[in-house]
């Protein structure tokens, strides 16, 4: 049941008074908001309500619609023309990573991006290699790639100076997402972050993490972490539905303030789409 459908439960069989809002609180914390953010958001809501007493059900949703729109951060990914850009993509395995690079890949290749190039940057992982290598050769897209436990930051170097020796471009860059060994992890990420940050045109780099919409708030312990490693800049939703638990974007955009830019809907490759909060929010109060 989504959040919508708990609403329309809750408004039918309670008064709207402490225990209508406290039950509220339960609501959005099953919706996967978050124990924090929910409590903030109810109580904001319930001051609001008491204030301009508003009691009906149309006119409570609406401003909960309103609270959450403001705690929901969106942003376009866009090529700079004429520039060399890097994307680094990050998230843990499992995520939905490698197949997100190759659906953008795909996305920003139709949108007209010619000399466009992925970084087979998860060389610890001989599988990440191959997947990847798959995903290029089925979207049409060139993979520069090393061999399986060389060093991701060479990987990220000889793409980029792949794409420039062609003039201007993108370069999406598939890294590791060993979360079990953070401090690792970090390091490694940190380095990647400094040669991509380097091989990039000004203003021209990236990093973007996938999240899993179904994890909840483990999604929000991982956006935190790899905000932690270097400032992460956009999010990618996949396995995004949210009439069942998509409510991770509202604690990500009050807690971190980090903006989504892109949700992935399906397996296929023209399942991704850019991210509109307005119908996010809308969905996630109605379904």
Known sequence: ?????????????????????????????????????????TDELEKICKKEKIVSQSDITERLKKILLENVKETKLEVVPGKVNVWMVLGVNGAGKTTSVAKMAKLYKEQGIENLVLASCDTFRAAAIEQLNFHGEKVGVRVVSHQHGSDPSAVVFDAADAVRSKGPGLVIADTAGRLH???????????????????????????????????????LRQAEVFNEAVNVDAIILTKYDSTAKGGVAVSIGRELGLPVALVCTGEHYEDIAPFDAQKYVSELVLN
């Open 181 to 219: 060994n953070k401090e690792n992890l970090v390091k490694e990420l940190q380095k990647i972050d400094r040669i991509c940050q380097s091989k990039a045109d000004e203003g021209c780099y990236k990093k973007i993490i996938v999240l899993d919409c179904t994890t909840g708030q483990n999604a």
């Open 1 to 41: 049941m989504g959040l919508g459908a708990k609403l329309k439960s809750l408004f039918g069989s309670k008064a709207v008074d402490e225990d209508f809002f406290e039950d509220l609180t339960d609501v959005l914390v099953e919706s996967d908001i978050g124990a924090k953010t929910s409590y903030e958001i």
